[in-house]
């Protein structure tokens, strides 16, 4: 009987043993790929969010891959202090971006972010195929591609179409400096590639 005991104990002991094991390899794993993720919780806009964006002379990308530093702390500034700003339609996916006097519009569709048109004060598009511009979550060698097609205005007189291709990739992740001095890591590059036709 105390033999019995003594097995029923261990089987308990490796049972509880494996299955802490797995766990622990899950986390392990969840967490490095989490690092580089994006994800719609954290990394996608929302209504009212106003970001504040500087532009600075152009540096060269760096190579693509693992833990790539991109040093900006010594970046020449081209314009400090610029808004993008988005709203919320009632409708609740549909959001519209305001940058350099240009309203972007996009559509929030599940786990996929959609590029309907933009507009402004000399043209106009609307896309009836609209372009898949990212899918989450989005990982480091993550790809998308995409076909679009619209049509609209150019000064309100011309008509206009606009077609092509959008290839979206996850091409690097590593460390980035700031021009103010502060260390970002676990940042993921994400690169879009755009070809487009118009008539």
Sequence with gaps: ???TIKIRISE??????????????????????????????????????????QQVKYKTPGRAGENVLWDFGKQEAVNE?????????????????????????????????YSLGYENPTTLINNQKPELLLTFPFSYQKRIESYFYGTGNYCFRLGLTSQGKTVTWGDAYGMIILPNGDTLQHVLRVRSLKKIAES
């Design 1 to 3: 009987m105390i033999t």
């Design 81 to 113: 202090k610029y808004e993008l700003s988005y709203q919320q339609s009632e409708a609740d996916s549909v959001f519209t971006g305001c940058e350099h006097n240009t309203l972007y519009y996009y559509l929030l569709k599940k786990d996929s972010l």
């Design 12 to 53: 308990k002991v490796r049972k509880t043993f494996f299955i802490l094991s797995l766990l622990i390899f899950y986390l392990n794993i969840s967490s490095l790929f989490a690092q580089n993720t994006l994800h719609k919780e954290y990394n996608m806009f929302r209504g009212e969010d106003v970001i504040i964006k």
